[in-house]
């Protein structure tokens, strides 16, 4: 039997598919195939008028039958005159079963080219840089707005509703005077001014009518 290339070059366990398989798959099969033996019976005697040594695996739980031809000729032509046939009141649907044939017994550890994704990661892969950070973004509206706010003066940010208090920035005093004549000491005496706290305001619920 001819078989073809391998799936992909370079690979560990080489994979190969039958470029013409010699088994076919029934589907949907009868509950009553798998429990009663004479229906079972008459049911391999469809495929056995195309090979007399044709095998049958039953699977149950999928309600499917395989049946391995002993070529691929014998596949074929039961293919194409059982398909959307009728047995015992049902369609028999066939399919072909694609043989797989695994070059090595062992199971071959994976590439390591995604090894750097693990944890804790060993070193990094052949060519990684690091991402440089972006330039932060500064807003130089703002600055400006700040810069010309003078000592004493404050400036609204948001303005206040009947129902919620406005949101005012005042400016600190300038403390020049007090550097160029007073020393570190008197300085640290002086009292600090007081922070008044925003006053909320009355609420006042609305008449519904």
Known sequence: MQRGEAVE????????????????????VAEDVF???????????LFRAFDPEATFQFFKS?????????????????????HK??????????????????????????????????????SPPVGWEQAQDATPVINYDLLCAIARLGPGEKYELHSGT??????????CESDQDSSGGE?????????RPKIVQTRRPDYIPAITQ
């Open 62 to 82: 999928f309600r499917r039958v395989r049946i391995n031809f002993s070529n691929a000729l014998a596949a074929a032509e039961a293919r194409a005159k059982l």
């Open 162 to 171: 009947p129902t919620t208090p406005s949101v005012v920035v005042h400016v």
């Open 9 to 28: 070059e370079g690979d560990t366990v080489g994979v190969q598919f039958t470029d013409r398989p010699d088994s076919l798959v029934v589907c949907k």
């Open 183 to 191: 020393d570190d000491m008197d300085a640290f005496k002086r009292p």
């Open 85 to 122: 046939s009728d047995f015992n009141g049902r369609e028999v649907r066939l399919y072909f079963a694609q043989s797989v044939h695994i070059g090595s017994p062992r199971l071959e550890p994976p590439k390591p080219d995604k090894q750097f994704l693990l944890s804790p990661p060993p």
């Open 35 to 45: 429990r009663d033996e004479l229906l079972r019976a008459r049911f391999e005697e």
